[in-house]
T-cell receptor, first 113, second 114 residues
Framework: DAGVTQSPTHLIKTRGQHVTLRCSPI?????VSWYQQVLGQGPQFIFQ???????GRGNFPDRFSARQFPNYSSELNVNALLLGDSALYLC????????????FGPGTRLLVL | GDSVTQMEGPVTLSEEAFLTINCTYT??????LFWYVQYPGEGLQLLLK?????DKGSNKGFEATYRKETTSFHLEKGSVQVSDSAVYFC?????????????FGSGTRLLVRP
């Protein structure tokens, strides 16, 4: 079975631009979460979506937004990029009956210049 | 708030050595605990989990026991291999209302030498 997939794998943007990252969950998973992992640190929670509704939001500015589609795939949008947004963005999915056990994709590495 | 503390790395071992990576947590409730592994240039892979006190999670020779009395979830392996070289993250689940999120430690890099 396919795992969580993310696209693109790498991205280079300049300050002030916006970016859209995409995620497809494991088949049958209805919950998708997004995490930011800065180099040398553990992942930090950004959002959780379940059945197309935002269920949780981490301590990130309003420049970060996300949505989930009817097929349970998800997008993470970041506006007005800052240098500090450079990181690995990880998507994770989980079963509706076990949302705390999360399975991660390979991530999108974003570099902001 | 809830938090996870891991021993700082890197941990450098020879092949077939015994591995322990310490992890302690602070939580108001009784969260589930997880170990994830991250190989260079990749995402996180779930290694094992434990959902309640005294549970032992195990996978691929790795083990960790949920110790409520010491708020710990140390990762152990009896005989490491070069292929175990990676960064290991301890995490706890934090549930608030209908939201689930993982809180991670800062990671411990393991380097196994032949």
């Amino acid at each position: 079975d396919a795992g969580v997939t993310q696209s693109p794998t790498h991205l280079i943007k300049t300050r002030g631009q916006h970016v859209t990252l995409r995620c497809s969950p494991i088949s049958g998973h209805k919950s998708v979460s997004w995490y930011q992992q800065v180099l040398g640190q553990g992942p930090q929670f950004i959002f959780q979506y379940y059945e197309k509704e935002e269920r949780g939001r981490g301590n990130f500015p309003d420049r970060f937004s996300a949505r989930q589609f009817p097929n349970y795939s998800s997008e993470l949008n970041v506006n007005a990029l800052l240098l500090g947004d450079s990181a690995l963005y990880l998507c994770a999915s989980s079963f509706e009956t076990d949302q705390e056990t999360q399975y991660f994709g390979p991530g999108t590495r974003l570099l902001v210049l | 708030g809830d938090s996870v503390t891991q021993m700082e790395g890197p941990v450098t071992l020879s092949e077939e050595a015994f591995l322990t990576i310490n992890c302690t947590y602070t939580a108001t409730g009784y969260p589930s605990l997880f170990w994830y592994v991250q190989y260079p240039g990749e995402g996180l892979q779930l290694l094992l989990k434990a959902t309640k006190a005294d549970d032992k999670g195990s996978n691929k020779g790795f083990e960790a026991t949920y110790r409520k009395e010491t708020t710990s979830f140390h990762l152990e392996k009896g005989s490491v291999q070069v292929s175990d070289s990676a960064v290991y993250f301890c995490a706890l689940s934090d549930r608030m209302d209908s939201s689930y999120k993982l809180i991670f430690g800062s990671g411990t890099r393991l380097l196994v030498r032949p």
